[in-house]
Nanobody, 114 residues
Framework: QVQVVESGGGLVQTGGSLRLSCAASGSMFSINVMAWYRQIPGKQRELVAHITSGDITNYADSVKGRFTISRDNAKKMVYLQMNSLKPEDTGVYYC????????WGQGTQVTVSS
């Protein structure tokens, strides 16, 4: 079954850091544009960052300069390094493919306290 499993969330104070991990499956991973999304309470799920098979990255304006997306095709992993976290970063973070979408995983909760 093709799926993604997110991990690495937690509770952190403002200014802190977290590293999220996403384990993916399937034979198309290496050519799949992979992305991190987040769902903040009361809002729609939004795109946070994506990374192409050639490691070209793109970020939402709200996270530029603070978050870094990376991937390891050999391990079928995608990471999101989050620094200088703010309370408004609180939410459930999901990863998914953009070229070849997976079923949505459970996500991982990130809570940033003020």
């Amino acid at each position: 079954q093709v799926q993604v499993v997110e991990s690495g969330g937690g509770l952190v104070q403002t200014g802190g850091s977290l590293r999220l991990s996403c384990a993916a499956s399937g034979s198309m991973f290496s050519i799949n544009v992979m992305a991190w999304y987040r769902q903040i309470p009361g809002k729609q799920r939004e795109l946070v960052a994506h990374i192409t098979s050639g490691d070209i990255t793109n970020y939402a304006d709200s996270v530029k300069g603070r978050f870094t997306i990376s991937r390891d095709n050999a391990k079928k992993m995608v990471y999101l390094q989050m620094n200088s976290l703010k309370p408004e970063d609180t939410g459930v973070y999901y990863c998914n493919g953009r070229t070849f979408p997976y079923s949505w995983g459970q996500g991982t909760q990130v809570t940033v306290s003020s």
